[in-house]
């Protein structure tokens, strides 16, 4: 008789509980470990605690890898179909968004751990809780297989780690260079802390080098630091990305998208000539919060108490072209503690796309983002977590 094939799990997060299911349902006998007290902190945390657990319309082109083609085959074996197939047949059901993002029914990330922890128990796996694995050789000693599913050093407090990258290291695998992504941004400039606390919907534009990257509206909060925001999280992949490149990284923020240059300027002249002692303050008071008109006008050092007959066109111009195209100098990420994810990690030319395996190590196996994948906001982190750890499980257990 063939002897149960064993397999040692690192990491009771995203990656590391689908693989841990597969394997089970697939006849191994599976041990997870895992640093923290308890499984899947970042799938609590995720979504603001509603979790985006997927995304109806994921493709290779929401990643960014140095390999972007290695998502492909995973994308297509445990896509969102089968994703959402496997969900249902364990009772986790799924509110699909029109936009394409995907949440659990409940709309409550604790159902997501739940039911996948609880799920992988009655299969049989066994979790280790509270276990930190330093030595990576000596799971291989004692099991068949070994899984890196220990994620990125993104959010420390929830667990995030590089210890995987270090166990890669260890069986010569290449880094690639690592940066947080999803993360807020510091501005070289101290408008931000007077506008602190204030949010905003604008457009922000991404400038690399001078030269104009993307362009994605939603809101923006201003911070002591600089800003944060969906809007602000969606271009910071690229800006990170040019950072950590030395590059010189710039946004500019539109915060009256519904007007152009002229139309701006002659509103402000308009409301000048019909109030006539209306100041330049209670004007812009009357399109933007407060203190961004206050801090506008400082840093254009244009007197705040400036009365309707002293406002010129060119004065005009000069706010309404700021108001449209505020432009500021990045100068860093918020970091790691603060990033949602990290991008760079394992050089997925070094892993077989179709199984997760090493192509450096038989019988390891590298899954979920730990790896050199990183995804848009909007669910394709997990979407991915989810695909790459069905693979390394559908390996580990083909011959069990
Ligand atoms: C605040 C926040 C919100 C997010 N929201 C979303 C969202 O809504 N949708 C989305 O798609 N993505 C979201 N993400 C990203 C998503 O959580 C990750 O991409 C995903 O969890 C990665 O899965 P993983 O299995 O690779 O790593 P993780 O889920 O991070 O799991 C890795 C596990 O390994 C453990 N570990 C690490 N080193 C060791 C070791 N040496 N020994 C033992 N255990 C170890 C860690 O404690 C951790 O539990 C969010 C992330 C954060 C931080």
Redesign the pocket.
Known sequence: MNKTKTVAI???????LLCAIFCAKGGVEVDV????SK?A???L???NGR??ITNKNVSSSDYFSQNPSFVEFALREFGYEEFKKFSQSIGLLLDEKEDGRVYPLSNEAKSVASTLINYAKSLGVNFYTD???TDIKALFKKYDSVVV???SC??SH????D??LRFAKEFGHNIIPIYPSLVQLHLASLAPKKMSGVRVDAVVTLYIDGKKEQSISGDVLFSDYGVSGFAVLDISQSASLALLEKRKVEISLNLLSGFDMQKLSSHIQKIASNIKNFTILDILNSIVPSKVAQTLLDELKIPLSITSDEITVKIAKNIANTLLNWRFEVNDTHGFRHA??AGGGVDTTEINPKTMESLKQKNLYFC???LDVV?RRG?????F?WASGYLAARDIAKSS
């Open positions: 690192i990491g009771g997060g995203a990656s590391g470990f895992e640093q923290n499984c902190k970042k799938i945390a995720s979504g979790c985006n276990t930190k694995i599913a220990t994620g993104a959010a929830l667990g995030g780690s210890d995987g949602e994810v979920g983002e730990v995804g669910g394709y982190n997990f979407a977590a």
